[in-house]
């Protein structure tokens, strides 16, 4: 269901996806991974009956600094630091939920709108295996493509330089997310992408897509380290992790 020009997509809904990594320096690998990721209303996330909330959970604790009522709660307080005001326009958020009591979003991300549906910026908050999360405020350009500086200690086989490349349209009845990883000298060494298919966010949908991809956010986090742990094995050398300060805004 595509959603009429300048209006955000409908929420919730699913995102059946396939994830892909492609690392070309200093060796290459490539992985895929299938799971299922949500569209939500980050004041609003959707309820199911209690039987099946352990399967899809939406915490506040779990985004910025954890530390406020709702998810739109801590994003406004992000963007106010930020110098960025919508509002009260409609936010999208695309992430995994907690799923059994565990929950692992390397990326989530916002589009932000003002209360007439106009996309004013894209927050990219990004976590790492080592418990840290780090926001990039985007501007996209109208290819929905924006470029940032990295800033955050992501994977362990990459230094903190270089910047992202970004191509982030907002889901409508497909899903179609690229990050390009571009270091000093030129090159793309790393490249994510995620590829998806609209569900509807019904309880039948959920028992679907928990069956299918079992403790889904626990296979992303353990997917990550396994790889991980392979390229180590493979030779790769492990860079050093700087102090990473929490984010004005992140209170």
């Known amino acids: 269901m595509v959603t009429p020009a300048g209006l955000p997509p409908q929420v919730p809904a699913l995102y059946e996806c396939t994830i892909t990594h492609v690392r070309t320096r200093p060796r290459r690998y490539a992985f895929t991974h299938r799971t299922y990721m949500w569209l939500t209303d980050p004041a609003r996330p959707p309820r199911f009956p209690a039987a099946l909330r352990p399967l899809a959970r939406f915490d506040p ?5 954890g530390r406020h009522a709702t998810v739109r709660a801590a994003l406004d307080a992000y963007l106010a630091a930020q ?6 326009g409609p936010v999208r958020m695309l992430s995994h939920a907690r799923v059994l009591g565990h929950v692992f979003n390397p990326l989530t991300l916002y589009w932000c709108h003002d209360p007439a549906g106009t996309l004013v910026c894209v927050v990219a908050e990004v976590h790492n295996t080592y418990g840290e999360r780090h926001a990039y405020l985007l501007h996209t350009d109208e290819r929905d ?6 800033d955050f200690y992501v994977s362990p086989f ?5 910047g992202y490349r970004m191509r982030l349209p907002e889901p409508q009845d497909r899903l179609h997310l690229t990050v390009h990883l571009e270091r000093p000298g030129g090159g ?6 995620v590829r998806g298919e609209r569900r509807p966010a019904t309880a039948p949908g ?3 897509a928990a ?6 956010t ?7 380290r396994r790889h991980g742990i392979r390229l180590l094995l493979r030779g790769l050398p492990v860079r050093h992790r700087p102090v990473h300060a929490p984010q004005e805004g992140f209170e």
Do not use: N, Y
């Not at 604790?61 to 600094?65: A, C, L, S, T």
């Not at 626990?218 to 990550?224: D, E, F, K, N």
């Open 61 to 65: 604790r779990d985004h910025f600094g």
């Open 83 to 88: 110098g960025v005001d919508l509002h009260g």
């Open 145 to 150: 493509t924006a470029r940032v500086a990295k």
């Open 158 to 162: 990459f230094p903190v330089d270089g």
């Open 188 to 193: 793309t060494p790393f490249t994510a992408t």
């Open 206 to 208: 959920l028992l679907r």
């Open 211 to 216: 069956a299918r991809h079992p403790w889904s």
């Open 218 to 224: 626990a296979a992303v986090s353990a997917g990550i």
